[in-house]
């Protein structure tokens, strides 16, 4: 070809046809050719022509390299010229140097200025939409990179700008697709049309292909008992799924940790590869559960022997409740500290006012159930109980002194000591005075003096008495007082059984209804009244129980008796039968009576 086109160099023509026929000189001999032989040269010049057609890919070979382009041979007539950036790489370095050879497109034969126009771009692009539909056809995986996020999907580079829609990224539904910006991915062509200059790529045919093929291997070799490693593929607060190679298994929160975790996250993370033991495999459904701290020692095989009972020990508190604090001892092994064992002598009423959540604490051992895996811890014992040397401090009979805390309907609670109450019973408050409600006598915040009637350390009781700092009037009345005693009363209560009496302030009797009239008396209230005063008789002493039983009736016996003695001395026994005394003498009552 270049031979041909020196044989036709004359200056300033574009085409050997248009110099004249008596210039048409050979180069060599610089003689004239004659008519025959330039035609036949035509001839050749043409034919090395007829295969270059627009829009097809040619081969060339690079001539010159300059700062704005590249001029290519491609065996035409004349060069063509390519822009610099269609060679350069992603970095902006030029790829390319005098005499590499290259594929081009043949855009046109000829511009204005008599080059021909190609394109190495365009080049590559036809060849990778040939590419593209062979993988089509043949269903052949291809490659691509993330471009950007594009509506309803992906943009992917394989070459060309090719679509990759949102349900086909991955086998389950991807939340965040902007993550895979500039990943290599492999694809399926699931679509193509060149003339619309439309591809659609599936990643998800692939995975699932692929994920097929190691779920059959999986499943051939899947056994309970078997250990393999797994990738964490998934985690929710129930637990975490692991890929085991096609196929999930599902493990536990409970079976991931010995220990106490609130999240699976707290231990494992999306993409782990972690060691898994099968515990439980179903062959026909495919499910698999899996275990995570099967594969490390039961901490509560050995417990006993590290937690006798007695012993202290130190743990970090990690939950807290209404009735206690949970303190771990190591992973997997908990012991609880209940709120009763939390303090010899403040009523804590959440733990939260002792204990706060990581805080490390020395406690006791206070008792172990290997089976339902509990331990019994106590705070309080790693410090001296108070109540115990409470005997010491306050023998019983001796006086003390505190504040009024608390008032309730039974009594009053005073603080004898930082954390130690003591009860005054509503019983012990008064020996005179029936007290309805300690407020009657006492009010809170009061400071008072009490006697220390029994301490019960055990129990962390301490009796106290209000009353028993005065003398009992009780056993003053009981000291000169005994049965047969004629005493003066005033009546305070009437019952259906009787009246109550008062003797002296403070001291009550009762007079039953059938001690209160020689006749039957069904309704006191009728025959007596509150305030009334009479004289009786104590007929019965309870010292113990503080109470006394008395008799008006028997006061008027033995009037009876004394007026019919007198009856006899004055009459004499000759003169009078024994009816005529005994008639004069209830003569003489019946007259008593009516004078009351």
Not at 20 to 44: G, K
Not at 202 to 211: D, F, G, I, P
Not at 444 to 470: F, H, P, T
Not at 523 to 529: A, S
Request: glycine share 8%.
């Amino acid at each position: 070809m270049p031979e041909i086109e020196k044989t036709i160099a004359p200056i300033g023509a574009k085409n050997p046809s248009e110099a004249p026929a008596a210039e048409r000189v050979s180069p060599q001999t610089e003689a004239p050719v004659d008519a025959e032989e330039y035609e036949r040269l035509l001839d050749m010049y043409d034919v090395s022509f007829k295969n270059f057609a627009e829009g097809e890919v040619v081969k060339g070979v690079v001539l010159q390299v300059s700062e704005s382009e590249v001029i290519v041979d491609v065996g035409y007539k004349s060069e063509g010229i390519i822009p610099i950036e269609e060679f350069k790489d992603e970095t902006g370095v030029i790829a390319v140097k005098a005499g590499d050879s290259v594929d081009v497109l043949l855009e046109k034969t000829e511009d204005k200025e008599g080059y021909v126009v190609l394109s190495k771009e365009k080049a590559e692009k036809m060849k990778v939409w040939d590419d593209v539909e062979r993988a089509y056809q043949e269903r052949r995986v291809v490659t691509g990179r993330v471009i950007e996020r594009v509506k309803g999907g992906l943009a992917v580079d394989i070459g060309v700008r090719a679509f990759l829609p949102g349900s086909q990224v991955d086998i389950r539904p991807v939340r965040n697709l902007d993550a895979l910006r500039g990943q290599e991915l492999r694809m399926r062509v699931i679509k193509v049309n060149k003339k619309r200059g439309n591809i659609v790529l599936s990643r998800k045919a692939v995975l699932e292909e692929e994920n097929a093929e190691r779920k059959r291997e999986t499943l051939e070799t899947l056994e309970e008992g078997k250990i393999l490693m797994g990738v964490v593929k998934n985690i929710t607060e129930y637990g975490a799924f692991v890929d085991l190679g096609g196929l999930d298994g599902l493990l536990h929160i409970t079976d991931i940790s010995w220990g106490r975790i609130n999240h699976p996250s707290e231990v494992l993370n999306v993409g782990d590869e972690v060691k898994v033991i099968v515990l439980k495999f179903d062959r026909e459904t495919e499910r698999v559960s899996l275990g995570y701290k099967q594969l490390k020692a039961d901490p509560w095989t050995t417990a006993t022997i590290k937690y006798p009972v007695t012993a202290r020990i130190k743990g970090k508190v990690v939950s807290l409740t209404d009735y206690g604090a949970f303190v771990e001892l190591e992973e997997g092994v908990e012991g609880l500290i209940h709120v009763s064992e939390m303090s010899w002598s403040k009523k804590v009423k959440h733990p939260s006012k002792i204990l706060t959540v990581g805080q490390e604490v020395e406690c006791q051992v206070l008792g172990l159930d290997q089976e339902a895996h509990r331990i019994s811890l106590g705070l309080k014992q790693t410090e001296a109980n108070p109540w115990e040397q409470l005997t010491d401090r306050y023998p019983i009979g001796s006086r003390i002194k505190g504040k009024v805390r608390n008032l309730t309907e039974f009594g009053a609670f005073v603080e004898v000591e930082e954390g130690i109450d003591g009860l005054i019973h509503i019983s012990d408050l008064s020996w005179t005075k029936r007290v309805k409600h300690p407020s009657e006598v006492l009010k809170k915040g009061d400071v008072v003096e009490a006697v220390v009637l029994n301490i019960d350390a055990d129990n962390q009781r301490l009796s106290l008495g209000l009353k028993q700092l005065a003398t009992d009037i009780w056993d003053e009345f009981f000291a000169h007082h005994k049965v047969g005693d004629l005493v003066e009363g005033k009546i305070v209560r009437l019952t259906n059984f009787g009246a109550f009496v008062e003797l002296a302030e403070g001291i009550e009797g009762l007079v039953h209804v059938s001690e209160l009239d020689e006749k039957r008396i069904e309704k006191p209230e009728e025959h007596f009244h509150v305030g009334d005063t009479f004289a009786m008789k104590v007929i019965k002493i309870q010292e113990i129980e503080k109470k006394i039983g008395l008799s008006i009736k028997a006061v008027k016996q033995d009037e009876y008796q004394r007026d019919l003695q007198t009856y006899r001395e004055k009459a004499g026994d000759d003169r009078h039968t024994l009816g005529d005394a005994i008639r004069a003498a209830q003569e003489a009552v019946a007259k008593g009576t009516s004078e009351e």
